[in-house]
């Protein structure tokens, strides 16, 4: 692949952000902590400093040493970026009178400079800092200010450097973009060509070199990344791809056939392996949702290896990761704290001494759905919404029966077929019902019932990261929730979960 544009992170919220505006240009990049600047960087054609919450005038700031950067490629410094620029190249940075944080309509802006072009007068842009830089550094030039910010944006003479103080990666900086663009096709001269189709020609080539005979098992889940995953690599060694699709009994009603047959006219090479009453056994009695999912990742494996000691001579294990997990474990911040204990097939036990392959590891998911639709994958199946690892365990609350987990089915497949049919399911990220451990009473046919409580869920969402309630019209609910009642024995009362994430989060456990 080729590495086009390095973005060096500093600890900002915003640095994926910076790299995801960057892809939408159709230009590789990748983000390395500011600590591990990659030795060799004759394959970059220019470097991004992004933000960061640290002051360049505190003693544990990031100082990252630039001197094989800077003047030698195109550079640009975005906020803090640019102060550290002029903090240490004979400019002066010091705290602000107040802290500026929101928008600002850029004042001043210099004429005839190639980054500003197209770029309309007063553009609107996003600040978010607390110091602000009081002096240039040395041979710079003033290219922007705003009513509070005098230094905006400069650049350096004779260098192909350029530092702006607001985010242009943030949606509220309107011609953010064009900036970037600006300063990569127009001044550095990057090529545009990251597109769904050079990936798949680039990554099919490098697996075939790679793989050669090798024989690979990868994990199907039904979900976007491992399927994409998959026919790529089908795609690069055909037959020697053993895709593995375990029913861990806690799938949606009828997946578990439903995904085999897709997955046969696709000309993948799939076992489904039936583990539903091995999940359930070892899942009997666990009400506590770490110890539930730690149960289901440790069924999983030994499931897995199981049957990769079925097959002989395996060598790889390919797994779906994309780039936003690869953020997270490589991040400044490295990898967040422990919310959820997400179940993983990636980490497998030493034991099992495969090697691992991730065609996708350096994909958005976004760009993993394009791939998808460029190798023809299915549009429903692209389009389906992420369902959890640990499926329907996490939203049966207290302890695990089959008798529960078939209750949900039915409930959760009236609530997405019902979304399906008004025409909802694909305004809506993700969906889903919940099993609550109460039961409530109720009236039906003038007899008393002591039945279950089901909560719906359905939000907004980009990444999952963050999420709102979706405001489903109440015709809709109205119907969904009769027809849950009605259709499902064992249920006799619906709610809907109106919370936000944070501080709720999307699953109940
Ligand atoms: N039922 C399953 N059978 C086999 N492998 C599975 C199953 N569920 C998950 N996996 C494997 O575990 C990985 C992680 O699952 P998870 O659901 O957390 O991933 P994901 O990011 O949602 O990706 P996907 O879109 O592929 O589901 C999957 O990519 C897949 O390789
Ligand atoms: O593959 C997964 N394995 C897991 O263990 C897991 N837990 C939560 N999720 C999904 O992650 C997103 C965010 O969920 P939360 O807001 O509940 O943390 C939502 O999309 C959840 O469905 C999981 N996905
Ligand atoms: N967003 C940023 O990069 C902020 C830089 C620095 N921490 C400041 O507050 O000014
Ligand atoms: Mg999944």
Redesign the pocket.
Same mark, same amino acid.
């Given at each position: 692949m080729q590495h086009n544009v390095l973005i060096l992170d500093f600890g900002s919220q915003y640095t994926q952000l910076i790299a995801r505006r960057v892809r939408e240009l159709n230009i590789f990049c990748e983000i390395f902590p500011y600590n591990h600047i990659p030795s060799d960087l004759s394959s970059y054609k220019a470097v991004i400093l992004g933000g960061s919450p640290f002051s360049v005038r505190g003693e544990d700031a990031p100082h990252p040493d630039l001197s094989q950067i800077r003047g030698k490629m195109p550079l640009l410094a975005v906020c803090y970026g640019a102060q550290y620029l002029a903090h240490f190249s004979g400019g002066e940075v010091a705290a602000s009178n107040t802290r500026e944080y929101g928008r600002a309509n850029l004042s001043y802006i210099k004429e005839g400079e190639t980054f500003f072009d197209g770029v309309s007068e007063n553009s609107q842009v996003w600040m978010s800092h607390s110091d602000s830089i009081k002096a240039l550094p040395t041979n710079a030039v003033k290219l922007a200010s705003t009513h509070d910010v005098e230094y905006a944006a400069y650049k350096i003479e004779g260098e192909t450097t350029y530092a702006i103080q607001y985010h242009p990666e943030v949606y509220h900086s309107t011609d953010g973009k064009k900036m970037l663009e600006n300063f990569l096709v127009k001044i550095a001269e990057v090529p545009q060509n990251f597109t769904p189709n050079a990936f798949v020609d680039e990554m099919v080539a490098e697996l075939k070199e790679k793989l050669g005979n090798d024989k690979v098992v990868?994990?199907?889940?039904?979900?976007?990344?491992?399927?994409v995953a998959a026919v790529l690599l089908n795609k690069a060694i055909g037959q020697n791809l053993y895709c593995? =699709?375990?029913?861990?009994g806690l799938?949606r009603k009828n997946e578990f056939q439903n995904v085999l047959d897709q997955y046969k006219g696709m000309g993948l090479n799939v076992k489904g392996v039936d583990a539903g009453d091995r999940f359930l056994g070892e899942l009997a009695g666990i009400s506590d949702p770490e110890t539930k999912r730690k149960t289901i990742g440790r069924v999983?494996i030994e499931v897995f290896d199981d049957e990769s000691h079925l097959l002989e001579d395996v060598k790889w294990l390919a797994?779906?990761t994309?780039y936003p997990d690869v953020i997270e474990s490589v991040s400044v911040k490295g990898p967040s704290a422990t919310i959820k204990s997400?179940?993983?097939?990636?980490g497998l036990p030493d034991y099992m001494k495969l090697k691992i392959v991730e065609p996708l590891r350096m994909l958005f998911k976004d760009e993993v759905r394009r791939v998808g639709a460029t190798l023809g994958i299915d549009p429903e199946l692209l389009g389906r919404h992420? =369902?959890?690892?640990p499926g329907l365990s996490i939203r049966i609350l207290g302890d695990i029966t089959p008798e529960k987990v078939q209750i949900l089915q039915d409930v959760d497949s009236v609530f997405i077929e019902g979304l399906k049919s008004w025409g909802l399911y694909d305004k809506v990220w993700q969906a889903g019902a919940i099993l609550l451990p109460v039961n409530s009473v109720g009236v039906m046919g003038d007899e008393r019932t002591y039945e279950k409580v089901v909560a719906l869920r359905a939000v907004e969402s980009t990444d999952g990261m963050t999420a709102d309630w979706v405001h489903l019209p109440y015709d809709f609910l109205m119907k969904v929730s009769n027809d849950i009642i009605n259709k499902v024995k064992g249920v006799n009362r619906v709610v809907y979960d109106i919370s936000s994430k944070p501080p709720a989060t999307i699953e109940w456990e």
């Open positions: 990868l994990g199907l889940s039904g979900g976007v990344d491992s399927t593995i =699709f375990v029913n861990n799938l999983f797994q779906g994309i997400h179940h993983n097939v990636g992420p =369902f959890p690892g």
